[in-house]
């Protein structure tokens, strides 16, 4: 009998050592940054002028540090919202792959009174992001990202940098960026070491055990969707006699379609009394600043990656709060809706001044 199993065997390692190797259990990609969306903030390049994209792209691999001298993007002073974006290079999956985990990490330092957030997104998707507070020292920061739904998604794969910052912040900088992606089913090196001698018999007692079926993964969590932001930081101006106020809005270039949706002005505060107005005027502005506390409306259709003035309808009994030229203080509250109908809401304290 054992004689019988030798002769079996020899062909059969034979026929084995012609099969395909069996894939891999992982393989990790990184990607770096390589095209930049056009794009309007208050963000700057060193040196002055250099494509975004290959200012991030350092090829360098963490812990070792990218070069700090005169090859980073800032941002200086007073940004609210203010962001800057790229798209990375996209990884060469084989047949089957299937990405697994993600990363997105940046080398950065965080200036005074500034926060830095920096997002991964899958095409619309944002699938992680990370803020950084002021301060935060120059190293490397990672923020844990889904991974992207399919190969496909893999290889549409973007980051942005948003900065937020009061008057008088210091500079924020960013020197390299990057993403990781974790695939599982890459296929595997050949063996290198000499195959098992095809007459050893296998032991009488060995018995093979049931292969698990594999889990399903958990579905991506949702994300929000690519926002319209208020691009200003002077006080909104109200022309002299207009019922509406143009106010600036820009649609980030990820947003596939462009941003749709609405934008209401809330008062942030009681309007000013004084005597030199007439007692209509003073009732009518303490009854908005009591109860009627939508100030404005309107509607917006914004082009990706344009900056677009839109129309804010001021309600007639909010109107005598901007008489005089006077100052008022609202909160902005934007609100953009995706093809699903999925929203993402956006709020910004704003000024408004009548202009003369």
Not at 27 to 53: I, M
Not at 154 to 161: C, E, M, P
Not at 236 to 256: D, E, K, N, R, Y
Not at 310 to 337: E, M, P, S
Request: hydrophobic letters at 45%; one cysteine or more.
């Amino acid at each position: 009998m054992l004689t019988l199993r030798r002769r079996l065997l020899v062909p059969l390692a034979a026929a084995l050592a012609c099969l395909p190797a069996a894939p891999a259990a992982a393989a990790t990609y990184v990607l770096r940054p390589s095209a930049t969306y056009p794009t309007f903030s208050s963000w700057t390049t060193s040196p002055a002028g250099a494509d975004l994209a290959g200012v991030l792209d350092d090829a360098v691999t963490r812990p070792a540090a990218p070069s700090v001298s005169g090859d980073y993007v800032q941002s200086i002073g007073a940004a609210n919202g203010q962001w800057v974006s790229t798209y990375l290079a996209a990884p060469s999956l084989a047949s089957g792959e299937t990405p697994t985990a993600a990363r997105l990490y940046v080398y950065a330092q965080v200036g005074s009174m500034s926060t830095l957030t920096f997002t991964l997104w899958a095409g619309t998707q944002s699938i992680g992001y990370a803020t950084l507070p002021a301060g935060s020292p120059a190293g490397w920061y990672t923020a844990t990202a889904t991974a992207p739904s399919s190969a496909t998604a893999a290889g549409h794969l973007a980051l942005t940098l948003r900065v937020d910052a009061a008057t008088g912040a210091t500079a924020t900088r960013v020197y390299a960026a990057a993403a990781e992606v974790d695939t599982t089913g890459a296929p595997a090196a050949p063996p290198s070491g000499p195959a098992p001698a095809a007459d050893t018999p296998p032991a009488d007692d060995v018995v093979s055990a049931p292969v698990p079926a594999p889990r399903a993964p958990a579905a991506p969590p949702v994300a929000s969707a690519p926002a319209a932001q208020i691009d200003a930081t002077a006080p909104l101006l109200l022309p002299a006699g207009a019922p509406a106020l143009p106010v600036p809005l820009a649609c980030p270039a990820i947003a596939a379609g462009g941003c749709h949706g609405t934008i209401v002005l809330r008062l942030a505060e009681s309007a000013p009394r004084e005597k030199s107005r007439s007692r209509r005027a003073r009732a009518r502005a303490a009854r908005c600043a009591r109860g009627c506390r939508v100030i404005g409306e309107g509607r917006f259709d914004v082009a990706a990656g344009k900056t677009k003035r839109v129309r804010v309808k001021i309600a007639k009994a909010a109107r005598n709060l901007f008489a005089g030229g006077r100052t008022v203080r609202a909160t902005a509250v934007v609100t953009t809706r995706d093809a699903t109908g999925r929203a993402t809401v956006v709020t910004k304290p704003v000024s408004i001044r009548a202009s003369d």
